[in-house]
């Protein structure tokens, strides 16, 4: 006969796997700041697939332990939820890797570091969120985390506009201006996943406060 805290420590597992898909996200961030300043002929997408297929494995074991586990610690539809919202972060830096090292020929000049550089602070933000939820989910700590990555996204949005009207003002070639368009909204898309899930983790500690 199983004890109430036998159950329970089954169901806790579910922390330590959110916290490694969190952290599986920020080093697929960590990976495109080293991407973009490696020269075009050493750069690998090697270290973007490691980050994707520990997040799909990591997302495959959260499902299972779901079906298999009797008690989780948290709702079932919020540990789903939050796995869905982290798993989609690498998806989209990856994307952005793969495009970007196909493209790089042609719009070599064009900066995306400081971009790239507001996701993995997005990243980091989030799994100090993640890391909370096991921690008795301090609210208001949560709260303020939350809001640094709405300050994030908000930054994102407001670039991406000013992008929009250099191009529009002295871009010629019709190409570069599509490949930068694409590729700039596909980082203020990872960074508006990074937003996705903390809207998340901010729900599941509203909930259960």
Not at 117 to 124: G, K, V, Y
Not at 172 to 192: C, N
Request: aromatic share 8%.
């Amino acid at each position: 006969m199983f004890s109430l805290q036998t159950i329970f420590g089954k169901g806790d597992k579910f922390y330590g796997l959110l916290e490694a898909s969190a952290e599986s996200a920020r080093s697929s961030a960590k990976a495109l700041i080293e991407l973009l300043s490696t020269p075009a002929t050493q750069q690998s997408l090697e270290k973007f697939k490691q980050a994707r297929r520990r997040e799909k494995n990591l997302f495959a074991q959260i499902s299972e332990e779901l079906v298999n586990t009797f008690v989780t610690v948290l709702d079932r539809e919020d540990i789903e939820a939050l796995n869905n919202a982290l798993y989609k972060i690498p998806k989209v830096v990856e994307k952005f890797a793969e495009r970007y090292t196909l493209a790089v020929g042609r719009i070599g000049d064009v900066d995306f570091t400081s971009r790239a550089a507001m996701l993995e602070q997005a990243c980091e933000v989030l799994e100090q969120m993640v890391g909370l939820l096991r921690k008795g989910m301090d609210l208001d700590k949560i709260k303020k985390l939350n809001d640094q990555l709405q300050t994030i996204e908000a930054e994102a949005d407001r670039q991406i506009l000013e992008l929009y009207r250099e191009a529009y003002a002295n871009e010629s070639d019709p190409i570069r201006y599509l490949v930068k368009k694409d590729l700039f909204e596909i980082l203020e898309k990872a960074i508006d996943r990074c937003r996705d899930a903390g809207n998340v983790v901010y729900h599941i500690a509203l909930k259960n406060s």
